[in-house]
């Protein structure tokens, strides 16, 4: 994986996620009493069908008064997938200002992500997420509160203020994947490419950190790495992430493999452009009319850092260094050999759709 070989992390922390929240316990204990009211026999109970009957109707009312703000997460998650931006941010700052009941930690750290996600002013969400970090005593927990609090970070153009949150982690023996992720690509976007690769060389063979790789090759002039590297990755996963398919279009785009970097582009329109995505159809439709200008599509090439992460190209004053004719012909022919590279897929809480913490950038 990459110039080294993977090292061991004989130093990083195995961090323990709570066992159930207060919140979580409270809701199911009262569906285990329901069930226990609702099947145990008269003669143990030592009361009448109707007063059952009566006891299990308060129950699940008590129940879904607690679930609410569960279900009203969920409805406005729903509106704004659906495009229904009045109604999903409604519903979600009424949820923040009008709780009804106490939210979860998990319930507080999706909806400030979903600030920072979709929202015109990621503040709020940093607010919120900055109270959570203070407040939260678990350390698991503070990991996903400080990386999701980092993206605002970033969101906002404080990248500094992004890398130094996770550095403290980081450089307390903290490696959980999803803060190897966004540090790295923090430090990626920043520059700090050779301090990226320490941190990627930890994160092992998922699809998140292996883009991350990607990204290195590419900033560093490693071309034949980063093409070989995205071949090989999308021959044997299919990310839900626009960012991967714009790296695998940039790897393409340099050895003029033009029929391959369409492929790429048009994937990613398909993909989910939320969270902290600078890709909207816009920017990938520039890159897309670029195949077919000479002189644009040198300036992409000639921009690797700043397409990688979504910033300006057009004027760039970049030069290309264009690569060899046998190699450009190499690219262009060679046909994919099948290949048993060892990936680790998204998971369902690794999806750009989640409200996870584990996110490009």
Known sequence: MGKNKKEDNK?????????????????????????????????????????????????????????????????????????????????????????????????????????????????????????????????????????????????????????????????????????????????????????????ILKGGNNIYILDNLGVYYLVNGMHKEAIELYRKLYDNTQPRFVEFYIHAFQSELYYQCKNKALDRINTAFSCPRIMTSKFDKDYIERLKKAIDNAADRNKVNASPALVAFGESWTQSNGVYEHPCEEDIKYYNTETDDDCDYDIEEESDNDAHEDESSEVKN
């Open 11 to 199: 130093d990083g922390k195995k961090l323990k996620a709570p066992f159930a929240s207060l919140t979580t316990i409270r809701r199911f204990g009262i569906l285990i009493v329901t069930f226990i009211v609702a099947y145990l026999p008269d003669k143990t109970l030592g009361i009448s069908s109707t007063i059952r009957s009566i006891i299990i109707g308060v129950l699940l009312l008590v129940w879904l008064f607690l679930e609410s703000a569960s279900l009203r997460l969920g409805s406005a998650r729903k509106a704004l997938y659906k495009g229904q931006k009045e109604k999903g941010w409604k519903a979600l700052n009424n949820l923040v200002k009008h709780p009804v009941v106490p939210l979860s930690f998990d319930e507080k750290l999706q909806i400030a992500t979903m600030f920072i996600q979709h929202g015109e002013d990621p503040q709020i969400g940093i607010e919120c997420l900055e109270k959570l970090l203070n407040k939260t005593k678990n350390e698991y927990n503070r990991i996903k509160a400080a990386n999701s609090l980092s993206l605002g970070y970033y969101r906002q153009g404080n990248i500094e203020g992004a890398i130094a949150l996770l550095k403290k982690y980081y450089d307390d023996g903290i490696t959980e994947l999803g803060l190897l992720v966004n540090y790295s690509s923090f430090l990626l976007a920043n520059g700090e490419s050779e301090k990226a690769f320490d941190v």
